[in-house]
């Protein structure tokens, strides 16, 4: 089938830009998307630095937010995709081209906040909702707990959540940090969670230490995949944008910028949960994570969560939320099932059994 090709106007350009549209022949079908090539002349190739930023991350955050390909040589910028999504990365460059017009530096909330507002361009979010990578598409708390949760996570360095499954702890966490990753607040997440087994010998597990560990974390996998595709979550955790560890894996580490999200935090003893909170660097935050009913811990071993919620309470810039029954948002029987189990205790002896993921 032969190719055509033809150059068009665009309004977003700088001078000397254009669009290159190539396509097979004309097709009738109103929703089919057309790959586009847009060359785009900087304004300023001097500051091309601050444009790109550091090992060009602002290059990246556009071009994951966007899916489209990116490439800066000399004096130009080549974006290869999806024409709508071509057409908003552009408008992104577009618009911090013309905020150096007036300065000589981009910060990451400029970039971050220049990106936000032209992905959400068609998609108006109300005040609470979470805008996560995942197009047209937001994470809204259900209830007034939810909503006090997240208002604590946003407004603290640390949040502590206390609840029963299903209340979702863990995946409006997940989706705080996702947003808060967009939008240039933080440079990178770490999910965390205690390697413990609930209860059952799970006995040697085969595979290399990935495959080992991969079980006790596949619950943060899960969540993360409703935030953003396959192939983004894949692309970010090459790049160690994201990073999914057991929790004996963080000693030693001091993380910036991030955010930091510690899952099944009952089942940490008090020197793990204080490994954790000192791994706190500057502009990062952390969320603890957990339900104090579904202890896994030996019965003579103190949860790190309770210890720790009782020894930092009333701590400026750290927040305690504990969710109720009343907050329980999956399916309409599992509300039933807390009560039961509640109001009679577990069949074994000790501490209840695990929980499936939150």
Same mark, same amino acid.
């Given at each position: 089938m032969?190719?055509?090709?033809?150059?068009?106007?665009?309004? +977003?350009l700088?001078?000397g830009?254009?669009?290159?549209?190539?396509?097979s022949?004309?097709?009738?079908?109103?929703?089919?998307?057309i790959?586009v090539?847009l060359?785009?002349?900087?304004?300023?190739?001097?500051?091309?630095?601050? +444009?790109?930023g550091t090992?060009? %991350?602002?290059l990246?955050?556009i071009?994951?937010t966007?899916?489209v390909?990116i490439v800066?040589?000399?004096e130009?910028?080549?974006?290869?995709?999806?024409?709508?999504?071509v057409a908003? /990365?552009?408008?992104? +460059?577009e618009?911090?081209?013309?905020?150096?017009?007036?300065?000589?530096?981009l910060?990451?909330?400029?970039?971050?906040?220049?990106?936000?507002g032209v992905?959400d361009?068609r998609?108006?979010?109300s005040?609470?909702?979470?805008?996560?990578?995942v197009k047209?598409?937001?994470?809204?708390?259900?209830?007034?707990?939810?909503r006090?949760?997240?208002?604590?996570i946003?407004?603290?360095?640390?949040?502590?959540?206390?609840?029963?499954a299903?209340?979702?702890k863990?995946?409006?966490?997940?989706?705080?940090?996702?947003?808060?990753?967009k939008?240039?607040?933080?440079k990178r997440?770490?999910l /965390?969670?205690?390697?413990?087994?609930?209860?059952?010998?799970?006995?040697?597990?085969?595979?290399d230490?990935?495959?080992?560990?991969?079980?006790y974390?596949r619950?943060?996998?899960?969540?993360?995949?409703?935030?953003?595709?396959?192939e983004?979550?894949k692309r970010?955790?090459?790049?160690?944008?994201?990073?999914v560890?057991?929790?004996?894996f963080m000693?030693?580490?001091?993380l910036?910028?991030?955010a930091?999200i510690l899952?099944?935090?009952?089942?940490?003893?008090?020197?793990?949960?204080?490994?954790?909170l000192?791994?706190?660097?500057?502009?990062s935050?952390?969320i603890?994570?957990?339900? /104090?009913?579904q202890?896994d811990?030996?019965?003579?071993?103190?949860?790190? +969560?309770?210890?720790?919620?009782?020894?930092?309470a009333?701590?400026?810039?750290?927040?305690?939320?504990?969710?109720?029954?009343?907050?329980?948002v %999956?399916?309409?029987?599992?509300q039933?099932?807390v009560?039961a189990?509640e109001r009679?205790?577990?069949?074994?002896?000790g501490p209840a059994?695990?929980?499936?993921?939150?």
């Amino acid at each position: 089938m032969r190719k055509y090709a033809r150059a068009i106007a665009h309004p +977003l350009l700088a001078p000397g830009g254009r669009i290159i549209c190539s396509f097979s022949k004309p097709s009738t079908n109103p929703g089919l998307k057309i790959n586009v090539q847009l060359n785009i002349t900087l304004e300023q190739p001097e500051k091309k630095l601050a +444009l790109f930023g550091t090992a060009d %991350r602002y290059l990246r955050m556009i071009r994951d937010t966007f899916g489209v390909q990116i490439v800066g040589r000399d004096e130009e910028i080549r974006l290869i995709g999806e024409n709508q999504q071509v057409a908003k /990365a552009a408008a992104v +460059l577009e618009q911090l081209q013309r905020t150096l017009r007036r300065q000589d530096w981009l910060s990451i909330e400029e970039v971050g906040h220049a990106i936000g507002g032209v992905a959400d361009e068609r998609h108006q979010h109300s005040p609470d909702e979470i805008d996560v990578w995942v197009k047209g598409r937001g994470i809204k708390p259900k209830t007034p707990g939810q909503r006090k949760y997240l208002d604590a996570i946003l407004h603290h360095d640390l949040t502590f959540c206390l609840g029963p499954a299903g209340t979702g702890k863990t995946y409006l966490a997940v989706a705080a940090a996702a947003g808060m990753l967009k939008h240039g607040q933080v440079k990178r997440i770490v999910l /965390a969670r205690p390697a413990v087994e609930a209860g059952e010998r799970l006995g040697f597990l085969p595979g290399d230490l990935q495959a080992k560990v991969n079980p006790y974390l596949r619950p943060l996998f899960d969540a993360l995949h409703d935030m953003m595709d396959f192939e983004q979550v894949k692309r970010f955790m090459v790049n160690d944008v994201i990073e999914v560890v057991p929790l004996a894996f963080m000693r030693g580490r001091t993380l910036n910028e991030s955010a930091i999200i510690l899952d099944e935090a009952q089942n940490t003893t008090a020197s793990q949960m204080l490994m954790f909170l000192t791994r706190l660097g500057h502009d990062s935050k952390a969320i603890v994570t957990g339900d /104090a009913t579904q202890v896994d811990l030996p019965d003579n071993v103190r949860s790190g +969560l309770t210890d720790a919620m009782e020894k930092l309470a009333g701590i400026r810039g750290i927040a305690m939320i504990e969710l109720e029954r009343g907050d329980i948002v %999956r399916h309409r029987l599992v509300q039933s099932i807390v009560d039961a189990y509640e109001r009679d205790g577990p069949a074994d002896h000790g501490p209840a059994r695990r929980k499936d993921r939150e």
